[in-house]
């Protein structure tokens, strides 16, 4: 069996504020250390419980938050090219996601936002609003890859289980305002217990699918930040309002597709 390990910063135990997003802050250092020991805890777990193979992508802010040095030796690092080709390719038995985070507009969501957090104040799929965890399961279902396990904050399992209700989550902290978070005590006990339950499980997990074609819809903060889509790449999509680009497509074959 063979895992790919999608990781994102906000959701891992131990980023507890804003603060730890920005790169110049030395709590950033700490996040980063964080999402490494989460990714170790999540490869050992996978190892434990059978897994051959484990694949990991540094997904947050385009990468280099992870040092490889400090990743467990039998984790293989990833680009986001090389985790669209594995998931193509059939090479993936399934996918676990950690350092989950809500959809924009949660109530109690730390962090809320899909994909940027400057620029996209919706983001839809057939009318629905998505997460970057939903998106992703689009993605993989497309090929036939379960996203068996979200990891994350509370209200990011909980939007996990909307999209589908078999996957397995585990909420390793929550939050009562956007920008500030609170661990779960046994937090690393929550992500290993997810990770092997979900292995032991993953037949029992299905996968998360719209009915084609597919509309995606992008409303973004401001009107010039559409404008600026329409200037770059002229008028490929269509305008819905001053602030909102629609994108008509037939398939999903890669991530890309859900995307402007």
């Not at 399934?94 to 620029?119: C, K, V, Y």
């Not at 779960?184 to 006990?189: Q, T």
């Not at 305008?239 to 994108?247: C, E, G, M, Q, S």
Request: charged share 25%.
């Amino acid at each position: 069996m063979n895992l790919f390990v999608l990781t994102d910063l906000e959701g891992i135990a131990g980023v507890l504020d804003i603060e730890f997003m920005k790169r110049d802050n030395e709590k950033y250092q700490i996040a980063c250390r964080c999402l490494e020991k989460s990714i170790n805890l999540v490869t050992n777990a996978a190892f434990e419980a059978g897994v051959e193979k484990v694949y990991y992508l540094d997904g947050h802010g385009g990468g280099g938050n992870v040092n490889p040095e400090n990743i467990d030796k039998r984790a293989v690092k990833c680009d986001i090219h090389q985790w669209q080709d594995l998931i193509i390719s059939g090479k993936i038995d399934f996918q676990i996601e950690i350092g989950a985070h809500a959809r924009p507009g949660t109530i109690g969501g730390f962090l809320d936002h899909t994909l940027s957090s400057m620029a996209f104040f919706t983001f839809k799929v057939n009318g629905i609003e998505m997460s970057e965890y939903s998106l992703h399961a689009l993605f993989c279902s497309a090929h036939k890859v379960p996203i068996i396990a979200c990891i994350g904050d509370e209200m990011a399992c909980r939007q996990a289980k909307e999209y589908n209700p078999t996957v397995f989550t585990g909420a390793v902290k929550h939050a009562k305002i956007r920008n500030q978070a609170t661990d779960y005590e046994n937090a690393d006990e929550i992500l290993t217990s997810t990770v092997k339950t979900a292995i032991a499980n993953y037949k029992s997990v299905g996968f998360y699918t719209l009915e084609a074609p597919y509309t995606l819809d992008v409303t973004y903060y401001r009107t010039d930040m559409c404008e600026d889509v329409i200037a770059r790449r002229g008028e490929i999509y269509d305008r819905l309002d001053a602030r909102t680009l629609r994108k008509r497509f037939d398939k999903i074959v890669r991530y890309d597709d859900l995307k402007l």
